[in-house]
């Protein structure tokens, strides 16, 4: 018997799963398999690019750290398009169909190497994703923080079930992918995360009855406006479109890549301290201050953090002993090992920093950030240790490769989420979406440096131990560099805290209504889960 199907009607502002908008689990899936597809492709990268195309290990570094930055700092042009024009749904449903093309591009492997014309097909694949991460991944982020109010209590949780959902991605995605990619050939693995990326949009297209009118354009009048012939909306796809083939070449020439990066942070930043100092109240001025420091503090963070998908990926590879259980385990599916901690950990973190919060001993945003850091460094020094204790030039027991992951992941844990809260908690609501990016372009520096870095672990090949060594001589330096900036961390963060303004901080009167006209994200540290203001004091 056939059973009609009906439009699915707006669900009301009052339904809820688990006490959270059914919005949130919408944007929870969509983000799921999106990051299902980041990452699956992430994994097999470095290997694709030394093993397939045939670039040396210095050079393949150099190109994943231009590309992993340049998926972060697209997100500026993409947050500000979203806050003028396009909403954030529509933004995100762009970049979302230019993902899933970048995706599919990628499965075209061609016979390998730099001779071969396919490598122009690599380029336009990474071009593609690096153009369709820009419009969804901090817009994405954003339409979650316009679910709730910014004092709303439920937002650390939420924030937490939206974090644990990019993690439950990115941990399948690298297994599948990596495992099908390494084991039979490249485009089953690319094809793979292409899937993924498709079923992200499928997700979101469907969901959008539960997202409440949430991310909608300002002025959508504007958009319907024609222009030579076009409406504007069209013309700002288009944009898109000339940014995929800017970006085509700018992805073959990586040394621009951080000149770029220079020239346009120092612009963003300029933008950002005169629009607080000439426009902002003396508290929302501060606040940028604040969030400018931990911008700056997470660049540093992800520089090392960020050896994860490259020297360490090759590290893997090279140095560890990947038997397990009968099998040689392919090093790309290591890569799941941090979304696993996070599955496993994140909610011990939130649940730590609740506890620690009703007592009023929860540590301010700026010194969680010199938490992360101590355990990052400490990391890269576990594995140096567990390597020189099986001897220079013998397999590194994977136990190490555990252990260097579980302590990044709980130094991510106690930055990214806090990060995230704080870049959009304590912006003004006309800012959020650009600090947000600026965020993001952070996030792009770092893994540029990083790839800088994993460059200057390549080499030594043809000698017996050189080329581990030279790696695990970059490990020590940078271990000891993250412990010293741990320390000074948590030394100046109760000024920085004080900077903050916590006990001030209100919902703005004109977004009453469930924060639908204004961005946010989850409590950062000085607010209770109850919704009380923690009053500020010294760290």
Request: glycine content about 12%.
């Amino acid at each position: 018997m056939a059973i009609a199907a009906y439009p699915t009607p707006p669900l009301p502002e009052g339904r809820t799963i688990l006490g959270h908008p059914v919005g949130l689990f919408v944007l929870f899936f969509a983000e799921m398999w999106e990051r299902f597809s980041y990452y699956g492709m992430r994994g097999l990268l470095i290997f694709y690019l030394t093993k397939h195309w045939l670039f040396d290990k210095e050079h393949a570094s150099l190109i994943y750290g231009a590309y992993t930055a340049l998926v972060y700092i697209t997100p500026v042009i993409g947050g500000y398009m979203a806050d003028r024009y396009l909403g954030q749904r529509k933004a995100v449903l762009y970049g979302a169909v230019l993902l899933v093309l970048g995706h599919g591009l990628m499965a075209v492997e061609g016979s390998g190497g730099q001779s071969d014309p396919t490598i122009n097909l690599f380029w336009l694949a990474l071009s593609f994703i690096i153009v369709g991460a820009g419009f969804l991944k901090a817009n994405i982020s954003v339409i979650v923080g316009q679910l709730y109010p910014r004092t709303d209590p439920r937002r650390d949780p939420a924030y937490t079930i939206f974090y644990i959902g990019i993690n439950t991605g990115a941990f399948l995605g690298a297994i599948v992918a990596g495992w099908l990619g390494e084991r039979y050939g490249w485009s089953w693995g690319f094809g793979a995360a292409g899937v993924g990326m498709l079923l992200g949009l499928v997700v979101f297209v469907l969901g959008r009855p539960a997202l409440l009118g949430r991310g909608e354009p300002t002025d959508p009048a504007r958009l319907r406006t024609r222009t030579v012939g076009l409406p504007f909306e069209a013309w700002l796809y288009a944009s898109g479109l000339i940014a995929v083939v800017a970006i085509w070449w700018l992805i073959q020439h990586q040394d621009l890549v951080g000149t770029l990066l220079g020239i346009a942070g120092a612009a963003l930043v300029g933008y950002v301290i005169y629009t607080a100092v000439l426009r902002l109240p003396r508290e929302d001025r501060d606040r940028i201050f604040a969030l400018l420091f931990l911008i700056f503090a997470s660049i540093l963070f992800w520089a090392l953090f960020e050896q994860a998908g490259n020297s360490l990926n090759l590290y893997t590879d090279e140095h560890v002993d990947r038997h397990m259980a009968g099998f040689d385990v392919p090093a790309s599916v290591f890569q799941s090992v941090n979304s696993l901690y996070i599955m496993i950990f994140g909610p011990v973190i939130a649940w730590l920093w609740t506890f620690l919060a009703k007592r009023g001993r929860e540590p301010s945003a700026p010194a969680k950030f010199g938490i992360a850091m101590l355990q990052l460094g400490f990391s890269f020094l576990v594995l140096v240790w567990g390597a020189k204790a099986a001897g220079i030039g013998q397999l590194t027991p994977v136990l190490f490769i555990f252990l260097i992951y579980l302590f990044q992941t709980t130094g991510e844990l106690c930055l990214s989420p806090v990060g995230l809260s704080a870049m959009n908690r304590l912006s003004p609501a006309n800012m959020a979406s650009l600090v947000m990016g600026t965020w993001y372009f952070a996030t792009a520096a770092g893994n540029f440096a990083a790839g800088l870095i994993s460059q200057a672990t390549g080499g030594g090949e043809g000698v017996a131990g050189a080329g581990q060594e030279r790696v695990l001589d970059v490990y020590t330096t940078v271990g000891w560099f993250g412990i010293g900036a741990g320390v000074v961390l948590i030394a100046i963060a109760p000024w920085f805290r004080r900077l903050m303004h916590l006990d001030t901080l209100v919902d703005d009167p004109a977004h009453a209504m469930a924060g639908q006209n204004e961005l946010a994200e989850p409590s950062a540290a000085g607010f209770r889960t109850d919704g009380e203001t923690v009053p500020p004091r010294r760290r």
